[in-house]
C-alpha cells in the first residue's frame, strides 16, 4: 500500500495533514520526528514525505531539526510552513525572521510548478509565520510569491522537493486541497488503494492469523470504538472472542439492551453482561464530590474486571478500542501506549494475559465509523455521541440514588427523542443533567416540588473547547413541555448556555 509519511515537527494542522491525504484514499502516517531516522524511512518504502508547520524557529537552538540525508534519499518532500524552512536550511539556504508576519488569508501568486497544475496564478492561500526563507538554497527556486514573502513557495523539481510557506491542509488555502493531490498523485505518484474495504479485509486476515484458535478479551463500553474493535475481531475470531460489558446502572435509557442485543443477538458474539447496578449504586451512595464518584467508579470497574478475569483465567490477547487520535495524543505515534480510558486504562493490570492488540489504532474517528457501518452495526450505535466513561453518575448532581438515575434516564431520553426529531445535524453532544435544587412549581391545582432539570448541547471539532448551541427553541419548549409532564419529581428545565470555557461540557 502506497503510504506518505507526515513526518512531525509540532504544528497544530498535523493530523489535518494526514486526513487530507487519507481523504484521497492514500494512507498516510504521522510520525514525531525524533521517532524516525532517515534510513528507517528509507526502509520503510514511503512514496513521499510531508514535513509538518510548527512552532519554533530553525536556528533556534534546540528546535526540531533532522538529518539532511532524508532529502537525498529520492522521495519526495513537501515542507510546509516550518516543514518549508527546515527543508530549505537543511539544503543550504537562509531562514530570517521578517520585519512583518503574516498571518490569515493572503494572495499568493504562484509559477508553472507540477505543485500548482490547476491552480490559478492568482489565489488565497492561508499564512501563519514570521520567519521565512531569505536565501533559497542552490538548485531551488520561487515558485510563489506573496506581497510580503518573496518566499511563499520553493522547489527543486529535479529532486522532488516542494516547500510552501502557507497551510495547503486547511480550507482557507483555496487551491490546498488541489496543491496535495498533485503532491500525492503527480509527484509522488501513488495509488488511490486505501479505502475501508480493504482495510477490513486486510485486519480480518492479519487477526485471523495471529489470533484465532488463542482465547480473546475485549472490554466492550457500547462506545464506538470498542465496539467496532469487537465487531471487526469478532469477524476474524469468532468465538475466540469474548466480550465483556459492565452495566453499572448510570447507563442511558435503553443502551445497555441495544449493546446486548447488537453484539449478542445480531452477530451472535460470546458476550458477557455483567449487571452491576447494585455494586456499584451501593459504593456510591452518600458521595457527592465529582471526582470521588469518578475514582469509585474507575475502581469498581477494575474490581469487576478483575472477577471476570478470574472466572476466565489466562487469556492470550487483550483487544482494546485505541484509535489513531488516542495513540498520537498519548505518544507521538510511540507504537506501546495504550488509551487511557478510565474503564480500560486499569484492565492491563488485573487480566492475566500475554499480548494487547488494537485493530483500529490506524484509523480515525471517521474511518472507524466507516468501519462499524461496513461491519453492519446499526447507525444508532456508529452514530452514537460521545458518552463519559462514568455515564450518568457525572450528570447527577450530588448524590446518586437509583430514583434519580431512572428520572434523568427518562428526561435524557425524551430530549434525544426530540433533538432526532427536529434536527437533521443534531448538536456534538446533548443531554440533559439532573441538578440536586428542587424549585416550587404549580400543578393542576396544586403546589409541586420537584428537581430542576438542565438541558445541555453544544457544538464542537474536538471537545477541548465548545459553544453551547443554539438549537430551535420549539426543540426546547417541546422537551420542556414533555418532561414536566411525563417526567414525575421534575417541575422545572432550564438550558445550559455557557460555552467551554469557562465551564466543562459536563457538569462534574
Ligand atoms: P468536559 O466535561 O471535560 O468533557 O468538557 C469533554 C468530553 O469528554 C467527555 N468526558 C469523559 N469521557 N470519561 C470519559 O470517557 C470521563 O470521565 C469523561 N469526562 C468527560 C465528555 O462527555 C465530553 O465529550
Redesign the pocket.
Known sequence: MDTILVLDFGGQYDMLIARRVREKHVYAEVVNYDKITAAEIKARGYKGIIFTGGPNSVYEAGSPTFSADVLSLGIPVLGICYGMQLMSYLAGGTVENAAEGEYGKVEITAGASPLFNGVPAKSIAWMSHRDFVSRVPEGFKVIATTDKCPTAAVASEEKKLYGVQFHPEVTHTAFGNKMLENFIFEICACKADWNMESFIDESVAKYRAKCAGKKVLLALSG?VDSSVAAALMHRAVGDDLTCVFVDHGLLRKGEGDLVENTFKHKFGMNLIRVDAEERFLKKLAGVTEPEKK?KIIGEEFIRVFEEQGRILGKVNYLCQGTIYPDVIESGKGDASTIKS???VGGLPSVIDFEEIVEPLRDLFKDEVREVGLKLGLPPDLVWR??????GLA?RIIGEITKEKADLLREADAIFREEIAAAMKTPPN?YFAVLTDTRSVGVMGDARSYGYVLALRAVTTDD??T?DWTRIPFEVIERASNRITSEVRGINRVVYDVTS?PP????WE
Do not use: D, L, S, Y
Open positions: 462506545g469518578r480510558h478510565h474503564n455521541q460521545p458518552f463519559p466513561g462514568p457525572v453532544q471537545f477541548m465548545a467551554k465551564a466543562t461540557v459536563e
